[in-house]
C-alpha cells in the first residue's frame, strides 16, 4: 500500500516538476543569443540563421526511418524570402560555419534581419561605405535610435495623447451642451459654446505645435539608413530610426552574450508588444493581470466576508441557510465561460449600458461604460471567486472558539463590537487563505475575460496620468490572453513559440508573486492572533 | 455609580471610569453584607427540559457565595442568569424575578450591557483574546469608549495589581497574553473582569484547569478581592468552597437543597443530602 500512494505521489511530482522545466527551460533560453550558423547546400544555396531545432526524419517503413535528421533554421529576414524558418536536411549540407560580421537584426517590421551592414547613408551623404565601417558605426546609431524613438513616443504619447484626450472631453461636453438644449428649451448657451470652441482652437494650435516638432524630430532621426547585405547576396535598407537591436552573433563572449540576455529580458518585460504580439515586450499584460486582480481583491474580500459574516454570525441557523450554503458551495464549481457570460449580460450590458445612458449620454452611440473594460472583468472576476472566500471566511469565523465570544459578550461588549474586535482579528488568517485560493484562480482565469475586456492589443494602460488617472472603462491586456493570442491567434506561430513560452513563465511568476505576498501577510496574521493552546 | 472608597484601589488615583452605569430602577449603593443578588422564584428551560427550579435565594455584598452540586444541576446556568449570558442560547426561557443591585436584570427595560458591565465573568477555561496582555485588561473600557492612553494605562495597572499579575507581567504588557501560563492566563482573565469596575464578579469554576499552586493564588485573590466585590463561584472543589466562601449553596437537580453560611454547611447540614454530598456518600 505503501508502495501504492507513495507512487501516486511522485507521478503527480514528476509530471508538475516537468511542466515546470519545460516550461522555465523554454521559456527563459528564448532571451539567449544564438550563434548564426551559415549553411551551404549541395545546389548551391547558401542560408544563414540560429539553429532552431534538430529532428530525425520520419519515413515510416523505410530502413532510414528516423536515421536521419534535418536542421531547422530562424533565416529572419521575412521580407525578403517570405518565411522566418527553413528545414534544412542535413545529408543535403555541404559546409556548415560561424562566420564573423553577421549581425542579428531586432527591427520595426518583418521580424529579424540576419545579415552584413555594409553601408551607412544620413539623407545623401554616405558616412560609412564598407563592412569596417559600418559596423563600428553601428552601435552609435542604435543606442541614437532607442533615444529619438523615446523622444518620439513621449510626444505621441504623451503630448499629442494629451491634447486627444482633452478634443475628446470637448466634443463630449459640445454634445451635452446640445442636449442641454434640447432638455431645457430656450436656454441660452452661447457662452458656454463659446467657451468650448475657444478651448477646442487652443487645443487645434497646440496639436499643430506638437505635430510640426514630431515632424521635425522624424525627418531628422528617419534621415539615417544603413544597408545590409544577407549571405545570398540580398541587400536590404533600414531606417536606423527602426532598428531595436543589432548585436554581431558569432563574435560574442559570454559575457557579452548574457548583456544581450539581459537587455533583452528587460525590454520583453518592460516595453509594449509589437508586431502583432510576437515581438516587444508583455507590460501592458503584466499590468493588466495585476491591476485586475487587486481590482478583484477589492471587489471579492469585502463582498465575501460581510456574506459569511451574516451566514455564521447573524443568520438563524436553519434549512434556509443550509441551502444557501450549499448553493455558494456548488456556484464555486460552476464554469468560469458561464460567469463570463453572465458577466457580459449583466455588468457590460446591463448596468455598464444603464451607466452609459445615465451619465455619459453624449458619448453615445459610442459605448463607455457598456463595453467590456477592466472594471466589469474585475467584478465578474470576483463573483467567480467569491464563493472560494465566502466558505474560507465561513469555516475560519466557526473556528474562532465560543469562549472567546463569551468573554467579549461578558464584558459588555454588543455582537458588533466583539465580531469587529475579537472574531474577525482571529479569523483574519483563514479568511486571507479564501484570499489566495480565489486570487489564484483569479489570475489564471481567461475565458470569462474575453467576453468582459480583455484585448490583444490596448493601446492605452488603464491607469495613465490624465485625469481621473483610473480610466476603469478601458480595455486592458492580460498574461493569460496573452498567452493564447499569440500562441493559437498569430500569424506567425513559429515566431511566436519562443514568446508564448516567455509570457507563461512570467504568468507563473506573477501569480507565484501574488501568493506569496499574501502568504506572508497571512503568517504574519497567524502569529499576531495565534489561538490559545494548552 | 457607587462612592464607596472600598473600590478605589490605588489610593493615590482619583480615578473613576464612567463605565459602571449610573443605577437604573435601584439603588446600587449596598453595604455589605445586604443583598446584592436577588433570585426570586427562578425558574429557567431549553425548550422542553426545565432546568431550574423555583430558585429563592439572595447573595450578600462583597462577600462570596459558593454554589456546588454535580454536573448537570444548573449551578453555572444559574449563574449566566446573572449577566444574561443565557441569551446566547436559542430556546430559552426564564421566569421567576432575578435582580442585580437592585435592577431587574430581565425586564425588557433592562440594557443587557448594562448589566453586563455591572457583572463581570471569568470562565472555567481561561479564555484571553489573542492580543497584548495591556489590550486583554482595557478591552473593557476600549469597547465602552475610553481611548485616553494615560487613563487606560492606569487602568491596567491597577486592574493587574489587583489581581496580583502586576509584578509578574509589568516589563511585557505589549506580548500576546496568550503566552502566560494558565494560572497567569486566569488572573489576566480576572483583571479583564475587574479593569471596568463592576459590582459582581461571577467565577464558573474558575481553578478546575489549574495546578494547585495556581488554585491557592487565585483563592488568595479572591479573597483580597472580596473586600470590593461580590463574588458568585461554581466549583467542584468542597474543600475550595470551604476555603473561599462565606456562604455555600447545594444544588441538586435544578432546585436548591441547602444555602447557609459555609461553616454551617459544612459542618451541619441540615438536609441529608446535603450531608451526603460533602461525605461523599455517593455510590
Known amino acids: 500500500m505503501i508502495w501504492f500512494t507513495g507512487s501516486a505521489l511522485g507521478i503527480c511530482l514528476l509530471m508538475i516538476f516537468g511542466l515546470l522545466t519545460v516550461i522555465l527551460v523554454n521559456g527563459l533560453g528564448v532571451f539567449w543569443p544564438h550563434a548564426i550558423e551559415r549553411v551551404t547546400t549541395r545546389d548551391g544555396s547558401v542560408l544563414a540563421g540560429e539553429l532552431a531545432a534538430r529532428q530525425a526524419i520520419p519515413n515510416p517503413g523505410h530502413a532510414d526511418h528516423l536515421l536521419n535528421h534535418r536542421i531547422q533554421l530562424r533565416t529572419g529576414n521575412r521580407d525578403l524570402y517570405g518565411f522566418d524558418f527553413t528545414w534544412v536536411n542535413e545529408s543535403d549540407i555541404v559546409a556548415r560555419e560561424r562566420p564573423a560580421g553577421i549581425f542579428f537584426v531586432e527591427r520595426s517590421e518583418y521580424g529579424p534581419l540576419v545579415g552584413t551592414p555594409v553601408r551607412i547613408t544620413v539623407g545623401d551623404r554616405t558616412i560609412a561605405s564598407d563592412p569596417g565601417a559600418a559596423r563600428e558605426k553601428l552601435p552609435e546609431l542604435v543606442a541614437r535610435a532607442a533615444r529619438d524613438r523615446e523622444a518620439i513616443e513621449a510626444i505621441e504619447k504623451g503630448a499629442i495623447g494629451e491634447i486627444n484626450y482633452q478634443m475628446e472631453r470637448l466634443r463630449l461636453e459640445a454634445r451635452s451642451l446640445d442636449f442641454r438644449e434640447v432638455r431645457e428649451p430656450g436656454i441660452d448657451l452661447s457662452a458656454e459654446r463659446a467657451e468650448v470652441q475657444r478651448r477646442d482652437e487652443r487645443e487645434r494650435a497646440r496639436y499643430a505645435e506638437v505635430e510640426a516638432e514630431l515632424v521635425a524630430l522624424l525627418e531628422s532621426a528617419g534621415g539615417t539608413r544603413v544597408s545590409f547585405e544577407t549571405v545570398d547576396g540580398q541587400g536590404k535598407e533600414l531606417r536606423s530610426l527602426d532598428i531595436y537591436r543589432a548585436y554581431p552573433a558569432n563574435e560574442l563572449s559570454v559575457l557579452e552574450r548574457a548583456g544581450v540576455y539581459g537587455s533583452r529580458l528587460w525590454t520583453f518585460l518592460s516595453d509594449d508588444p509589437r508586431e502583432a504580439n510576437t515581438e516587444g515586450g508583455i507590460w501592458p499584460a503584466i499590468f493588466g493581470t495585476v491591476m485586475m486582480v487587486f481590482l478583484m481583491s477589492l471587489a471579492v474580500v469585502p463582498l465575501g466576508v460581510l456574506a459569511a459574516l451574516y451566514l455564521r454570525e447573524y443568520a438563524k441557523q436553519g434549512v434556509l441557510v443550509r441551502t444557501v450554503r450549499v448553493a455558494v458551495n456548488n456556484l464555486a464549481g460552476v464554469p468560469s465561460i458561464v460567469f463570463g457570460v453572465f458577466g457580459l449580460g449583466f455588468f457590460v450590458y446591463f448596468v455598464g449600458g444603464g451607466i452609459d445612458r445615465l451619465f455619459f449620454p453624449e458619448a453615445l452611440p459610442s459605448p463607455t461604460f457598456g463595453t467590456g473594460g477592466i472594471l466589469w472583468a474585475s467584478l465578474t472576476l470576483a463573483l467567480l471567486t467569491v464563493p472560494v472566500v465566502i466558505v474560507a471566511s465561513e469555516e475560519a469565523l466557526a473556528a474562532v472558539p465560543r469562549s472567546m465570544r463569551e468573554a467579549s459578550l461578558a464584558m459588555g461588549a454588543t455582537k458588533f463590537q466583539t465580531i469587529l474586535r475579537v472574531v474577525l482579528p482571529a479569523a483574519a488568517p483563514g479568511i486571507l487563505t479564501g484570499f489566495i485560493l480565489a486570487m489564484a484562480r483569479a489570475a489564471g482565469e481567461v475565458a470569462p475575460l474575453m467576453l468582459t475586456g480583455v484585448v490583444k492589443l490596448a493601446p492605452e494602460l488603464p491607469l495613465d496620468s490624465f485625469f481621473p488617472f483610473f480610466h476603469l472603462d478601458r480595455k486592458f491586456m492580460h498574461l493569460g490572453f496573452h498567452i493564447y493570442d499569440v500562441g493559437f491567434q498569430s500569424p506567425n506561430v513559429e515566431a511566436a513559440k519562443p514568446m508564448v513560452y516567455a509570457t507563461t513563465v512570467f504568468l507563473l511568476l506573477i501569480v507565484v508573486l501574488l501568493n506569496l505576498t499574501a502568504i506572508r501577510v497571512r503568517n504574519y496574521l497567524r502569529e499576531k492572533y495565534r489561538t490559545a493552546a494548552f | ?283
Not at chain 2, 453560611?261 to 459544612?266: D, G, K
Open chain 2, 1 to 283: 455609580m457607587t462612592d464607596n472608597p472600598l473600590k478605589t484601589t490605588a489610593p493615590d488615583s482619583g480615578l473613576r471610569i464612567k463605565t459602571a452605569v449610573p443605577s437604573k430602577g435601584g439603588s446600587a449603593d449596598v453595604r455589605p453584607g445586604e443583598a446584592e443578588i436577588v433570585c426570586k422564584s427562578v425558574n429557567l428551560a431549553y425548550g422542553d427540559n426545565h432546568v431550574l427550579h423555583d430558585i429563592t435565594m439572595e447573595m450578600e455584598s462583597r462577600r462570596v457565595t459558593a454554589l456546588i452540586g454535580p454536573s448537570g444541576c444548573g449551578k453555572s446556568t444559574l449563574l449566566r442568569c446573572f449577566n444574561r449570558m443565557n441569551d446566547l442560547i436559542d430556546n430559552v426561557r426564564i421566569w421567576g424575578e432575578i435582580r442585580v443591585s437592585g435592577l431587574d436584570v430581565n425586564a425588557p427595560s433592562t440594557d443587557v450591557i448594562e448589566v453586563r458591565r455591572r457583572v463581570g465573568m471569568v470562565f472555567q477555561k481561561s479564555n484571553p483574546f489573542p492580543k497584548s496582555i495591556f489590550e486583554n485588561v482595557v478591552y473593557g473600557l476600549r469597547i465602552a469608549g475610553i481611548q485616553d492612553r494615560a487613563m487606560l494605562e492606569e487602568a491596567c495597572e491597577r486592574s493587574l495589581r489587583a489581581a496580583a499579575l502586576w509584578d509578574e507581567v509589568k516589563d511585557r504588557l505589549e506580548e500576546s497574553g496568550l503566552g502566560l501560563s494558565g494560572g497567569q492566563m486566569q488572573r489576566l482573565c480576572i483583571a479583564r473582569a475587574i479593569a471596568v469596575e463592576p459590582e459582581i464578579i461571577l467565577m464558573d469554576e474558575p481553578c478546575s484547569a489549574l495546578d494547585p499552586i495556581a488554585t491557592l493564588k487565585i483563592e488568595e485573590l479572591i479573597y483580597e478581592l472580596k473586600a470590593q466585590y461580590t463574588i458568585v463561584i461554581v466549583t467542584h472543589n468542597l474543600q475550595q468552597a470551604a476555603r473561599v466562601s462565606d456562604r455555600t449553596a447545594l444544588f441538586w437537580l435544578g432546585r436548591l437543597v441547602e444555602y447557609a453560611p459555609t461553616a454551617e454547611f459544612f459542618t451541619a447540614p441540615k438536609d441529608k443530602l446535603t450531608e451526603d454530598y460533602i461525605t461523599g456518600r455517593f455510590g
